[in-house]
């Protein structure tokens, strides 16, 4: 079989060819390259290159396999996020003052990724401190989205996203703490998985010249990309599990499996849309669209249920956490200026860019207060789940919109259905699923004109499985990944 026909085939099945000597790591490899060599001025996903290496190891990999080793990953193509250590390689988080930070070792993801057979090709592009929903910096520039090279590719992971859609290896390292694996999933037509908040440690991702410590940073995740919902499993299983440095944490392991095997046996909340941040007629359109044809299939689907915490008091509360968390690493006048400001906010002013004001004000009293309230929302996410196994719901409230490199992120507008949004409020929907830790897996939906569109699949704490085949079952129902049109050579 030709190489080519193996740009956009996923992971389980190129690992499968792999194993069975249909293709070698080599030509795996070197067909990346090439479409890398190809595509990517148009692109821009791929901000560090490591092609020696690369082929040096899928060398090793062919020969491995040659001698009837199986290891999950082994030959496998992928690429990183910028902001992984890769041992060697520069690791900025597109802050100019860190271009020539060498990381002295991988992180600790990396190097279970390279320990399962997994080719790292290169780094992929990221914004400022992994602060947006675009992917640009003064160092590596901006990456675009393949179905529209004038659109965001999403971010902070854009740069993973944009990859997987051009055909460069079948998987990617992402993370997430405002939609940081799932926003650019759904802007490129691509799939992500948001582990439950612990399960993959973070050692390693690291903003430099920070040491790799283990943490745990409040609501941050690390987590798979790919093109199919299997690919993120295979993926997962490599990257989870407790860090040695922590052997007190090894509960991350018991993963239960899938509630259910068959797609009618699930029972699925459906949300398309929420005053608190409603979803354009493209978005709204396709979750609405599936709901009835899952229901077609005989699969229990509701539209609304009491269970469901309240959105706008969860989205309040989220923005407060989150500001409350980057707020502590602002630079001391900015962090001043904001506690100025939100000291000035009248006591009724509850709009979530309020909320974020008051976030990066938040003493320790309150902090505590507002995790308190946290913990009273996890609850009410675990009696939800006792009715229902997944909520269904937005990731963003349009489809890529086009790049907006405006400096002040509080002046942008995000346009829905022709009306202005705060930029900003886009975190709501990423956030149901953030705030309280649990699971969500994105999935595309096709394409609404020439871009993509797509939903997360929410699940229960620790259950990552059960959103995992419910998107599988999914895909295998009704389609998943399109390549890009001018990219599908």
């Known amino acids: 079989m030709a190489a080519s026909q193996w740009t956009f085939a996923t992971a389980v099945d190129t690992a499968k060819a792999l194993a069975d000597r249909e293709i070698s790591s080599v030509e795996l490899t070197q067909l990346a390259i090439d479409r890398i060599a190809r595509h990517d001025d148009k692109i821009n ?19 491995s396999l040659a001698r009837g080793e199986r290891r999950p990953l082994l030959g496998l193509p992928l690429t990183v996020k910028e902001s992984y250590n890769v041992a060697g390689l520069p690791t900025t988080w597109g802050f100019p003052q860190q271009k020539n930070f060498i990381a002295a070792e991988d992180a600790l993801t990396v190097t279970r990724v390279k320990d399962a057979g997994g080719i790292v090709l290169g780094k992929t592009n990221v914004p400022i401190g992994l602060g947006d929903w675009q992917s640009y910096n003064d160092i590596y520039g901006t990456t675009n989205n393949p179905f529209d090279l004038g659109r965001t590719p999403g971010g902070s992971s854009g740069g993973s996203a944009a990859a997987l859609a051009v055909g460069y290896g079948s998987l990617s390292l992402g993370s997430d703490i405002g939609g940081s694996l799932r926003v650019p999933a759904f802007h490129c037509g691509i799939a992500a998985h948001k582990p439950t908040y612990g399960l993959v440690p973070t050692r390693g991702h690291t903003p430099p010249p920070f040491q790799p410590l283990p943490n745990e940073a409040d609501l941050a995740v690390v987590g798979p990309m790919a093109r199919s919902a299997a690919g993120l499993s295979l993926l997962l299983d490599v990257m989870a599990g407790p860090d040695p440095l922590e052997a007190g944490k090894a509960y991350r392991l018991q ?22 941040l409603p979803t354009d007629g493209a978005v709204r359109g396709a979750i609405e669209r599936l709901a009835a ?17 309240d959105f706008a008091a969860s989205s309040r509360l989220y923005m407060r956490l989150l500001l409350g968390f980057l707020g502590a690493i602002m630079p001391p006048d900015v962090h001043a200026g904001a506690g100025q400001a939100a000291a000035q906010l009248p006591k009724e002013a509850n709009s979530l860019a309020a909320e974020r004001l008051r976030g990066i004000a938040l003493s320790h009293r ?7 309230a946290r913990f009273g929302l996890r609850a009410q996410w675990r009696a939800l789940f006792e009715s229902f196994d997944a909520v269904i719901c937005p990731i963003m409230p349009t489809p890529a919109f086009p790049h907006d490199h405006s400096p002040d992120q509080r002046e942008r507008r995000i346009s829905i259905d022709g009306v202005a949004h705060d930029y900003n409020d886009q975190l709501a929907w990423p956030g149901m699923a953030t705030l309280p830790g649990l699971p969500a897996t994105a999935i595309p939906l096709g394409l609404a004109g020439e871009l993509p569109v797509g939903m997360q699949i929410v699940g229960p704490f620790l259950e990552d499985r059960t959103p995992l085949k419910l998107a599988e ?17």
Not at 366 to 372: E, F, I, L, T
Not at 474 to 479: H, L
């Open 366 to 372: 309150d902090w505590v207060q507002a995790n308190n």
């Open 293 to 309: 044809d899952l229901a077609k299939l005989g699969v229990n689907v509701a539209r609304e249920s009491p269970l469901l915490p």
């Open 45 to 63: 996903a791929i901000c560090v290159r490591d092609f020696e290496r690369a082929l040096e190891a899928a060398h090793a990999a062919d020969a």
């Open 473 to 489: 079952l999914i895909e295998r129902e009704f389609g998943g990944f399109v390549p890009p049109p001018m990219f599908a050579d």
């Open 255 to 276: 993963l239960p499996p899938a509630r259910h095997a068959r797609l009618q046996d699930y029972r699925i909340l459906v949300i398309a849309s929420n005053p608190v």
